[in-house]
């Protein structure tokens, strides 16, 4: 083996492969392993942005989730409620039979809007969050 590489076994739900097969041989990527090593690029360098992200924020967070999951939708309205200094609206389109977008306007302090990210993100039934900063106040 390579120098410097270190070799992983992960389990991951069929259905959740079989989409990435599909994006990564649509995208053109070789091997698995490459493709999995860019997702993983990119998953560090939006939290890295998130970390570094300081002051007032004016944001949306994009929340995808399967309201099938029991007390998930629950969830989201609770911490909705227990952050509301920091959230001006929010809109919810049921997607499918199964998946719900929620999207989550946000005003306030980044320290802030990080513990809801973490919060909402940590969620079980929750399959991505994004966080869209539109404007940053100086
Ligand atoms: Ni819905």
Same mark, same amino acid.
């Given at each position: 083996?390579?120098?410097?590489?270190? *070799?992983?076994?992960v389990?991951?739900?069929?259905? +959740?492969? &079989?989409? $990435? #097969?599909?994006?990564?041989? %649509?995208r053109?990527? @070789?091997?698995? @392993?490459?493709?999995? *090593? &860019?997702?993983?690029? %990119?998953?560090?360098?939006e939290?890295?942005? +998130?970390?570094?992200?300081?002051?007032e924020? =004016? !944001?949306? +967070?994009? =929340?995808?989730? #399967?309201?099938?999951?029991k007390?998930?939708?629950d969830?989201?309205?609770d911490?909705q409620? #227990? $952050? /509301?200094?920091?959230i %001006?609206?929010s %809109?919810?389109? /049921?997607?499918?039979? #199964?998946?719900c977008?929620?999207m989550?306007?946000?005003? !306030?302090?980044m320290?802030?809007?990080? =513990?809801l990210? &973490?919060?909402?993100?940590?969620?079980?039934?929750?399959?991505?969050?994004? +966080?869209?900063?539109?404007?940053?106040? =100086?």
């Open positions: 083996m390579e120098e410097g590489i270190t *070799r992983i076994g389990s991951l739900p069929k259905n +959740l492969l &079989d989409e $990435f #097969d599909r994006i990564i041989s %649509t053109g990527y @070789s091997s698995r @392993s490459e493709a999995i *090593r &860019d997702a993983i690029r %990119t998953y560090i360098t939290y890295r942005w +998130l970390e570094s992200e300081k002051g924020v =004016v !944001g949306v +967070l994009v =929340v995808l989730y #399967d309201h099938h999951v007390g998930v939708s969830l989201l309205i911490l409620h #227990d $952050f /509301h200094e920091i %001006t609206s %809109t919810h389109i /049921h997607l499918n039979e #199964d998946q977008l929620e989550i306007l946000v005003k !306030g302090k320290e802030r809007i990080k =513990v990210v &973490d919060k909402i993100s940590a969620a079980r039934g929750v399959m991505n969050v994004k +966080l869209i900063s539109a404007v940053k106040k =100086v």
